[in-house]
């Protein structure tokens, strides 16, 4: 993802490139892509390792286009699954321009955040902004006595930070300040995407992590981790006349063991309709058609511990 800077020259006031979100789980990375892009690209939930893919949005401004790298939350793996996501994330930031190291306000700077930051300070000639999310669930005096943390953490791993931006992406505080100082330094260059476009993620991809977050709302702590979706087909109705268009979209839900797949299903199917009536409306939000969602669950055993399993369902 990183590339020289150009000579100077006619685009050379135009900055164009990439900046990543990391840190441990839940630490807000999700939500604040959303809200730099101004709309949904990544899903986001209350449970910790939602994302499990680098998301790419958009941030298309007047002078720069700053794409945004949403990364999975860096942890301590205890499956194969857990491995390739912390692989991701370092590929992700040894490639990027600009570094966003997420650390909420809501939790102390603890030793998963040295162990990142530490990690990080390795990386050479790499800008790193240090960003204070969720300001908006702690007081001031919470916020002020998190930065000084924040910046103590900096000096004890060899990390100067270029930047310390306390930031609510749920109020919007600062979100538009953090954009300015991210985008100031990328490289000069032309676009890379088209102007109108908010992420390059397939809809198949993002279809199907609408499903995933539609599931994992409600459901028992050991079950997140279990579920993957997969599209298996995508396509028009084709019986449809033009000014009355239908998607059919047709999913596997794939969960570990027989009792998981009873708990999505639901008594007599309920909690999987509930599902399938959730994410229907935020497809079609994003497809701008009417969608059939036909919604299975499958049983794929320890899928998250089984290589060929994974390479199956896209990891």
Known sequence: MTREAPAPGPEASFRSGFACFVGRPNAGKSTLTNAM???????????????????????????????????????????????????????????VDVIGVCLPCDQRVGPGDRYLVGEIAALRRRPVVAVATKTDLVQPGRIAEHLSAVAELGERVGVAWDEVVPVSATTGDNVDLLSDLL???LPSGPMLYPEGDLTDEPEETLVAELIREAALEGVRDELPH????????????????????LMDVRARVFVERESQKGIVIGHRGERLKQIGSQSRAQIERILG????????????????RDPRQLRRLGF
């Open 37 to 95: 892009v101004g709309a949904k690209v990544a899903i986001t939930s209350s449970r910790p390792q939602t994302t499990r893919h680098a998301v790419r949005g958009l941030v298309n401004r007047a002078d720069s286009q700053l794409i945004v790298v949403d990364t999975p939350g860096l942890h301590r793996p205890r499956t194969l699954l857990g491995e390739r996501l912390n692989d991701l994330v370092r590929s992700t930031w040894a490639e």
């Open 226 to 245: 279990s579920i993957a979706v997969v599209i298996e087909e995508m396509v028009p109705r084709a019986d449809r006349a033009p000014d009355r268009p």
């Open 183 to 185: 985008a100031a330094r």
């Open 289 to 304: 058609t009417p969608v059939y969602l036909d919604l299975h669950v499958k049983v794929a055993k320890d899928w998250q």
